[in-house]
C-alpha cells in the first residue's frame, strides 16, 4: 500500500537559515504528491504540489521537485522567516488529492 | 479560501461516554468529507469518506459502530465516538471538497480519561 515517510520533529531554526524537510514515499502507480502547512489554530492548507516525475512545486519561497528515482519530495526553503513556524505535512494521493496518506507531520519553529 | 470550521477545538471528556465533532462548510457546498485521525508521532490517517446523503465508507480497521458519521446536509458532517475510551485519545481532522480541492477543519484535540 502507500506510505509517507517524513522526517521527524521539531526542527528549530534561527530566522534566514535554509530549510529542508525530507519526504520519502512507497506507492503503486503514479501518485501526486503534496506539501501541506497548518498554522497555529488553523486548518490544513496546500502549500505546493507536483503531479509528475521531475516537477517542481513551488509556493511562499518553499519548493519541492519529485523524484521518482528517489522516491522523495523533499521541501526546501533559502531563507525561513518566523511566520514560517507551523506543522508541515507531506502527503500522496491521487490528481484530485482525494484520499491523501500523510506523514507524521514536522513543527517547525522559526526564532528570530 | 474556502473556510472549513471544525469544532470543538479541544474536548475532555470521561471513558464512557460519546463526543460529538462537527465539521462545517462555511462558503461552499461539500459532496464529499473525509474523517482523518492521528495519534502521537504517527501519520495522519484516513478514517472514513462520506458523501452527502449516503453512508459512510470506512477504511480497514476503523469500527462504523464505534465512530458514527453522518453528512445530513452538504455544508455539515458529525462525527460521534460512541462510549470513548482512553485509546481514543487523538486528533481529529475533517477536510472536505466539491470538485475542486480539499479544505481542512483546524482539528479537534480528544482526550479520554
Known amino acids: 500500500g502507500n506510505s509517507v515517510t517524513q522526517m521527524e520533529g521539531p526542527v528549530t531554526l534561527s530566522e534566514e537559515a535554509f530549510l529542508t524537510i525530507n519526504c520519502t514515499y512507497t506507492?503503486?502507480?503514479?501518485?501526486?504528491l503534496f506539501w501541506y502547512v497548518q498554522y497555529p489554530g488553523e486548518g490544513l492548507q496546500l502549500l505546493l504540489k507536483?503531479?509528475?516525475?521531475?516537477d517542481k512545486g513551488s509556493n511562499k519561497g518553499f519548493e519541492a521537485t519529485y523524484r521518482k528515482e528517489t522516491t522523495s519530495f523533499h521541501l526546501e526553503k533559502g531563507s525561513v522567516q518566523v511566520s514560517d513556524s507551523a506543522v508541515y505535512f507531506c502527503a500522496l494521493g491521487g490528481r484530485g488529492n482525494e484520499k491523501l496518506t500523510f506523514g507524521t507531520g514536522t513543527r517547525l519553529t522559526i526564532i528570530p | 479560501g474556502a473556510v472549513v470550521s471544525q469544532h470543538p477545538s479541544r474536548v475532555i471528556c470521561k471513558s464512557g461516554t460519546s463526543v460529538k465533532i462537527e465539521c462545517r462548510s462555511l462558503?461552499?457546498?461539500?459532496?464529499?468529507m473525509f474523517w482523518y485521525r492521528q495519534f502521537p508521532k504517527q501519520s495522519l490517517m484516513l478514517m472514513a469518506t462520506?458523501?452527502?446523503?449516503?453512508?459512510?465508507?470506512?477504511e480497514q480497521g476503523v469500527e462504523k459502530d464505534k465512530f458514527l458519521i453522518n453528512h445530513a446536509s452538504l455544508t455539515l458532517s458529525t462525527l460521534t465516538v460512541t462510549s470513548a475510551h482512553p485509546e481514543d485519545s487523538s486528533f481529529y481532522i475533517c477536510s472536505a471538497r466539491t470538485d475542486g480541492p480539499l479544505f481542512f477543519g483546524s482539528g479537534t484535540q480528544l482526550s479520554v480519561l
Open positions: 462558503d461552499f457546498q461539500a459532496t464529499t
Open positions: 506507492a503503486t502507480g503514479y501518485p501526486s
Open positions: 462520506s458523501n452527502e446523503g449516503s453512508k459512510a465508507t470506512y
Open positions: 507536483a503531479t509528475k516525475a521531475d
